[in-house]
């Protein structure tokens, strides 16, 4: 059974500070893996999906890695401003039509 | 675009009560899914479906029916609410390529009392 875990379960960061979410699974074998941000009371917006196929993806100021065979993905945060205080969570899905299955997420505050 | 539509986005309901979550989504997606959130418990899966007419229970599916009877729609039915059953509820929804990941509506928050 897939299991997805993220370290660290909170970051408290100063404004302008570059920072990198860890996101952890234990079967490698893996379809694609996606980081999403949840505000407060709010639904979740999808970041970033990175195919089995691929190492990378970025986006502005946002750019996550996968490492199938160590079983981990990185999202990296470049120049952290206040606004990107919100919680992470990553889902791996493992197959056609399978689910996904999620991480309990990251809680990222930046402190102005 | 609409995306992913949940109704209603809050709802209090008593011990006992039925009521339906509904989803809908104008993407075309093959896959669509029932989560809920509860804190410390992260998202938990209810129940899923890979097409119209197929569905089939996730995680935590006691007290919970569905049913998808066109692709667009996949709503939720609580039977008997139940205090435990107070949570916020997600639908997702996405196609079978690789190259896509899951789509969410805005959330139901239910209270029952």
């Known amino acids: 059974k897939q299991e997805v875990t993220q370290i660290p379960a909170a970051l408290s960061v100063p404004e302008g500070e570059n920072l990198v979410l860890n996101c952890s699974f234990t079967?490698?074998?893996?379809?694609?893996l996606q980081w999403f941000r949840q505000d407060p009371g709010k639904g979740l917006t999808s970041l970033l999906l990175i195919q089995s196929s691929q190492r990378e993806q970025t986006s502005g100021r946002l750019n996550a890695s996968l490492d199938k065979s160590s079983g981990r993905s990185t999202l990296y945060i470049a120049a952290s401003q206040p606004g990107d205080s919100a919680t992470y969570l990553c889902?791996?899905?493992?197959?056609?039509?399978?689910?996904?299955?999620f991480g309990p997420g990251t809680r990222l505050s930046v402190l102005p | 675009n609409a995306g992913v539509t949940q109704t209603p986005k809050f709802q209090v309901l008593k011990t006992g009560q039925s009521m339906t979550l509904q989803c809908a989504q104008d993407m075309n997606h093959e896959y669509m899914s029932w989560y809920r959130q509860d804190p410390g418990m992260g998202l938990r899966l209810i129940h899923y479906?890979?097409?119209?007419?197929?569905?089939d229970q996730g995680e935590v599916p006691n007290g919970y029916n569905v049913s998808r009877s066109t692709t667009e729609d996949f709503p939720l039915r609580l039977l008997s609410a139940a205090p435990s059953q107070t949570s916020v509820y997600f639908c997702?929804?996405?196609?079978?390529?690789?190259?896509?990941?899951?789509?969410f509506g805005s959330g139901t928050r239910l209270t029952v009392v």
């Open positions: 479906s890979v097409g119209a007419g197929i569905t």
């Open positions: 079967d490698s074998a893996i379809y694609n």
């Open positions: 997702a929804s996405s196609y079978f390529d690789r190259a896509y990941g899951y789509t």
């Open positions: 889902a791996v899905r493992q197959g056609y039509g399978q689910n996904f299955v």
